[in-house]
């Protein structure tokens, strides 16, 4: 039913999108993204995986990301998933290690990396551990 539920949600944005013909080509796919992503942090989301998933040319989606947002999709994708961690740390008692690999980082000390170079402290100080 949730599945369900979110599939329709997502269809009726994508037709709301695919209406508006004042939205260019780039605009619109970059919408997609940005709604795709957060609900997929878990899976691969590499820039070949996501230029599959919506049938482009990676290096075309890399172009729109890039002309859109001045980010990398890589760095949008490292930004969605440290804003989700930062939920977490927040509103849950997970630990480091299970937040970094619910938001997708398969290593944990990559995760406290990559957010301390996004939040300029660690994880753990972030929580106030």
Do not use: W
């Not at 997609?32 to 230029?51: M, N």
């Not at 947002?69 to 804003?83: E, F, M, N, P, Y």
Request: hydrophobic share 35%; net charge positive.
């Amino acid at each position: 039913d949730e599945l369900e539920k979110q599939m329709i949600n997502y269809l009726k944005e994508k037709l709301i999108l695919l209406q508006n013909k004042n939205v260019t080509d780039g605009e619109r796919i970059l919408a997609e993204i940005q709604r795709y992503v957060p609900h997929h942090l878990q899976e691969p989301l590499t820039i070949g995986s996501l230029a599959d998933m919506f049938h482009l040319n990676p290096v075309y989606l890399g172009k729109i990301v890039k002309k859109s947002t001045g980010h990398s999709l890589a760095t949008l994708v490292c930004q969605c998933r440290i804003a989700e961690a930062k939920r977490l740390l927040k509103n849950t008692s997970l630990s480091v290690l299970q937040i970094s690999k619910q938001v997708g980082f398969q290593d944990a000390s990559y995760f406290a990396k990559k957010f301390k170079e996004q939040e300029k402290i660690l994880p753990t100080e972030y929580r106030g551990d």
